[in-house]
């Protein structure tokens, strides 16, 4: 596709609930990037990947939050046992490649819980 | 540890007003710099970026941003903002030890008056 995909747009679940978000970074960028945005605030930087590897966790808040990417192209981000606190924008940009590349932004997933 | 402070968090301004969004980091090292731009319901986009070299970089829609070494700030400008420059500003920074991955100020939510 032209550009950074993710789905859901929005979910809705209750706490205790796993979610998994996802997403289609453009094709052939090496580097995908997750971040929260809470409401009113700025980007958090949750997980970076070179690949499929990750080199840098240390955004991931708890362990209840993991990520993975396979065929170096679609990330999963895979939240279990939600909690209220959870509830933000997650959202995912690719670059061409890791450092200081110009990175592409997606929709994000909003991520309601209850 | 790298960080990003933006002092404005919302700007209201009259059309053909200038405009000047303030950013300052604070690692000492090199670093690139960018600014992201955030329209209302659309993704967050590049505006301009700073690498090296002229320390004055032009970006699009006529901003612009002055990166002072000796103040650790990544200024944003614009001599006439128009309605439609309403939207929320991020000033992003990575460099040393994080270089791969972009640490986000928390933005400026910038308010044109018609």
């Known amino acids: 596709g032209a550009g950074v995909s993710q789905s859901p747009s929005n979910k809705v679940t209750e706490k205790g609930k796993d979610v998994e978000l996802r997403c289609d970074p453009i094709?052939?960028?090496?580097?995908l990037y997750w971040y929260r945005q809470r409401l009113g605030q700025g980007l958090e930087f949750l997980i970076y990947?070179?690949?499929?590897?990750?080199?840098?966790k240390s955004g991931l808040p708890s362990d209840r939050f993991s990520a993975e990417r396979t065929g170096e192209s679609v990330s999963t981000l895979t939240i279990q046992r939600t909690q209220q606190e959870d509830s933000a924008v997650y959202l995912c940009?690719?670059?061409?490649?890791?450092?200081?590349?110009?990175?592409?932004f997606g929709p994000g997933t909003r991520l309601l819980v209850l | 540890a790298q960080s990003v402070s933006q002092h404005n968090h919302h700007v209201i301004l009259s059309e053909a007003a200038s405009l000047e969004l303030g950013c300052n980091y604070s690692?000492?090292?090199?670093?690139?710099l960018f600014w992201y731009v955030q329209y209302p319901g659309q993704h967050l986009q590049l505006l301009l970026k700073?690498?090296?070299?002229?320390?004055l970089v032009k970006g699009i829609k006529g901003f612009e941003a002055e990166f002072i070494k000796s103040k650790f700030s990544f200024n944003l400008r614009k001599p006439s903002v128009q309605w439609s420059d309403t939207a929320e500003y991020f000033c992003?920074?990575?460099?040393?030890?994080?270089?791969?991955?972009?640490?986000f100020g928390s933005g400026t939510r910038l308010s044109i008056r018609p």
């Open positions: 690692y000492g090292g090199t670093v690139n």
């Open positions: 992003a920074v990575n460099g040393g030890s994080s270089a791969s991955k972009i640490i």
């Open positions: 940009a690719s670059s061409l490649f890791e450092g200081g590349e110009t990175q592409y």
């Open positions: 700073y690498f090296s070299g002229d320390p």
């Open positions: 990947f070179q690949g499929n590897s990750a080199p840098d």
């Open positions: 094709s052939g960028h090496t580097a």
